[in-house]
């Protein structure tokens, strides 16, 4: 019989909630302390005796016609309390004890399906129960004493799964459903080269639960080549659910169509992308309460019965559908889109929803919740790098205490608060005297979050008292920082750095610096069954393995590019450096001129690659001098420069343009060239696809190698400090990534041809020659001259080619 397998925690949660989506409730903190709570568990523990057993697993299972339903979950404590057994339930707060009467309903009910479960099992008459509340800032404890009769908790018990047996019931037949869809189902299309191995390697490696480094070159069909063998495992039974996870949005697209193609072989697969908050919310603000959003009232009594409906009639969840459908149940469409989340096979979504300390699906990996079946499939994995930092860092600034301060001077009566964020604002008023560099790194902040703890605690009790206006509303955001920073304090390890800097704005900022993720990464993933890490350029893949994982036999492997190397030339110029000593204008007239033979040698579309946005300028002023009208003279030309900050409809409005221009070049009615010059690591160099005629070149100028700065020099000092050479790690590596993504624009299907010219004579040092990866071991070194003569050579077999002109030296 299949086991449907539920957490006490999750049971109690999903059953027992009702009433209003309420963000004033206090609930915002409740959840972040149960993340504390582990700590507070030990202590609390510790201090009740020998006979104090800690930590007890406790399950129950249920047999129906079709399914095992199976109870789990891990009670705090249980001990004897004058004669009679007691389940300790241990709960971590931040709000102040003498605020609590009772304890929470579903904290007190999850303690009544232990004691039921243990009493059970050992045949008691009567069960007690202690509620143990914790503050986490001064370890008082307060505690609800209550006593049970088994006979109560029976009725109770059985009442909670009689409710949820609809639930368990409709898992039950959709799993056969789906299973049944899978027999027979292969690969949706003949294998291109490296395809097949890829297919079986993701197979087993989630067969042997591992994780899996894939670098697969464009072409390879990586998308689909994870997620066949992955649906093929979870029909198997060797996974629960898919979480998908990429960085971008055009990703997710993807992996959506992937699973479109299977359905339209036959496969039953239930799959919902999420969103985020703020793209879901319907309120021109998002502010989830019954006062300012109509839906937040009465949703827990709405929700359920809408998500049930859902998962009848539908199978894909898209965030279109979930809008549509949630104004006519009158729900938060993001609420709701979590909760289908626990029912679907698959869920597409951003890293954050896995890793993120503050966003993470908690109802899969919070605290207390068992380890999951899953199997993460991380897209595009190595944008995980910096995200990964980003996640498991957090900073704050001086001046946001005195605006704190400042906001609370038209309230007198709060006297506490205000000496709160003084005695923070002084201590980091020491620190900004004692960093006279730009940076400065510190061993520790021990008594800082003494103070940030006791300020938690204020500002708790202010959002309690105060309900609504703009003093919460700014409350309630810096409360969030004060909260982060605190969380992540409880993180910090070998891996993390501290240090101190003052910023062009004149703010002063302390910052706790996740170095190397790996840790934090490993423990998320460890909440699942096998990961898969792909990516076009996770080169080399030692530092991927370093960044990502803590395990010592993940498995890793290169899928071979299907397409023909004879499509593609591959150059590099000898004869310019980017380097900062090497910039100039004499410089820039030699990147320009290096630009301009490239493009004139075939019409067509090309993409032009910086190192940034200054350098784009620089070298674009220089080319339209130089360059432009000569390009005008042999025909249409136009050149577009990315700018900062662009809008979506800018950028959709920039790559319109390439689509634009391969038109006129296929009906023949004008002859054109765009250039779009770009920055490489910027929105253009990642995550588009531009086949065919769309792009015929790109050029890249640079090694990509970030911009020197204090963090960057901490991060190479870092490693240089942990045996690895710190420049690769800091400098080299992340430039080489933002290298290989802007080149692979180009040859994007079986039939493009294209060009690709590298500018730097770094790029024939060793030391970047070998991050090439295997397919690059036909590119060539050449001179300028030597450039004009290769292309003219590669054009030659094309019916379009140009005759070209002949090259003049002083170019």
Known sequence: METIQISVRALVEFLLRSGDLDNRTGGWADKEAMQKGSRIHRKIQKRMGGDYQAEVALSYEKTYEHFLLKVDGRADGIFVDDG????????????????LEEPVPVHLAQAKCYAYIYGLQNQKETMKIT?????????????????????????????MLDEYYKWADFQYEWHQTRNISMVGLEFPFPYREGQKKLVGDVYRTILREKQLFVNAPTGVGKTLSTIFPAVRAVGEGKGDKIFY?????????????????????????????????????????????????????GHFDRVNEAVFSLLQDYDIFSREMLLEKSREWEVCPYEMQLDIATWVDAVI???????????????????GVPKGNHIFLIDEAHNLVDRGREMFSAEICKEDFLE????????????????????????????????EQECTEMATVGDFILSMLNLCGELEELLQEQKEGELRKKALEFYFQVRAFINIYELLDDNYLIYTRHTASERFILKLFCVNPAVNLQECLNRGRSTVFFSATLLPVQYYKKMFSTNPDDYATYAQSPFDPDNRKLLISREVSTRYTRRGVEEYTRIAGCI?????????????????????????????DNYQKKLEERGSFTMLRQQMGMSEQEREEFLK???????????????????????MGGIFSEGIDLDGERLI????????????????????????????????YAYRFPGMNKVLQSAGRVIRTMEDRGVIILLDERFAQWEYRQLFPVEWADARICSQQEITRELQEFWKCEETSTVTEPVDEGE
């Open 697 to 728: 070149g790109a050029v890249v100028v640079g090694t990509g190698i970030p911009q020197v700065n204090a963090e960057r020099e901490l991060l190479k000092k870092y490693f240089d400090r942990h045996g690895e050479n710190g420049f690769n």
């Open 245 to 297: 996870l990429t960085a971008k949005t055009i990703t997710r697209t993807v992996a959506e169509e992937a699973f479109q193609i299977l359905r339209e072989k036959g496969l039953r697969y239930k799959a919902i992308t999420l969103t985020s908050k703020e793209k879901m919310c319907v309120c021109d603000e998002v502010d989830c309460n019954p006062v300012s959003c109509p839906r937040a009232k």
């Open 657 to 679: 343009s390439f689509e634009t221009a391969e038109k006129g070049n296929e009906t023949g009615t004008e002859e054109n060239t765009l250039a779009g010059f770009c920055v």
């Open 84 to 99: 009679i057994d007691t389940i300790d339930e241990i709960k971590g707060t931040y709000l102040p004890l003498d605020k």
């Open 131 to 159: 509620m143990t509340y914790v503050s986490l800032e001064t370890e008082e404890v307060k505690r609800f004493p209550q006593i049970y009769q088994m006979s109560q908790l029976d009725v109770w018990f059985h009442g």
């Open 349 to 367: 979504c951003d890293y954050n929803y896995v890793f993120d300390p503050v966003v993470r699906l908690r109802r899969f990996f919070g605290e």
């Open 596 to 624: 301009y033979r490239v493009i004139r040698e075939k019409r067509g579309n090309y993409l032009i690659f910086f190192p940034s946005y200054r350098f784009l300028e620089d070298v674009a002023e220089v080319f339209v």
């Open 404 to 435: 704190m301060k400042r906001l609370l001077k038209p309230y007198p009566l709060l006297k506490k608060l205000p000496k709160a964020l003084e005695k923070c604002n002084r201590q980091l008023l020491v620190y900004k005297r004692e960093c």
